[in-house]
């Protein structure tokens, strides 16, 4: 009597899409980069983080430096914070509309650290790709608010302050909040919460540029 095969086919991997895989290089790289620096982390350190091979990494990304600018699309998230802010921008709310670019920035911070991080080593680093994050982040920020600012002082509300650097001063505090959190690992009072923070802030700004 013939015996039954009972061995189960081995199965084949699932090959991921391509719009997947392209996500896990960039997210293993990302992870590197904010660890190791730009230039102290290889492709193949890359491509072993991401279980791929090395000759997958050049497929997606042709040089090194187009993965540097996928990752800073990827993690910067400008456009979500300003479409957040424009929106807030409608109804004339001075506080609401800077708790929200607060908030947002904050948030997404906390969520995802590693953009703090990779900012700071391309700008130490003197890499090519810190003038992409600049433009990228701060100075899209810096227009959006600049330019409320400008807008809040050719109305009466605010006093004739310098848009631009108002608008450094309110970001300033931001960046300062999340550089000691999320940088530097400061555990704040347990009654100082992320929105209290936020309100200070808000509540300091405002009593500066009031008419």
């Known amino acids: 009597m013939a015996r039954l095969n009972t061995t189960r086919p081995l199965r084949t991997p699932r090959r991921l899409p391509r719009e997947e895989r392209r996500e896990q290089i960039i997210h293993a790289a990302a992870d590197l980069f904010s660890r190791k620096g730009f230039r102290g982390t290889t492709t193949r350190e890359v491509a072993e983080a991401a279980k791929v091979s090395e000759a997958t990494v050049f497929k997606h990304f042709a040089t090194k430096e187009a993965l540097y600018a996928a990752i800073i699309e990827a993690k910067a998230q400008t456009h979500q914070i300003l479409d957040t802010a424009m929106a807030a921008a409608g109804g004339g709310n001075d506080a609401k509309v800077l708790k929200t670019i607060a908030r947002e ?3 997404r911070t906390q969520a995802d650290p590693t953009l703090m991080r ?3 080593f391309s700008a130490l680093e003197g890499h090519a790709l810190s003038d992409l994050f600049f433009r990228s982040r701060v100075q899209t920020m810096d227009a959006f608010l600049s330019h409320y600012i400008a807008d809040r002082v050719a109305a009466g509300a605010f006093r004739p302050v310098d848009p631009m650097q108002a608008s450094w001063n309110f970001m300033g505090m931001i960046s300062y909040h999340v550089l000691l ?6 555990k704040p009072p347990q009654h100082l919460t992320t929105e209290r923070a936020i309100d200070e802030m808000v509540a300091l700004f405002l009593q500066g540029v009031r008419a």
């Open 105 to 107: 920035m904050i948030a």
């Open 118 to 120: 990779l900012l700071f």
């Open 181 to 186: 959190r999320e940088l530097f690992g400061l």
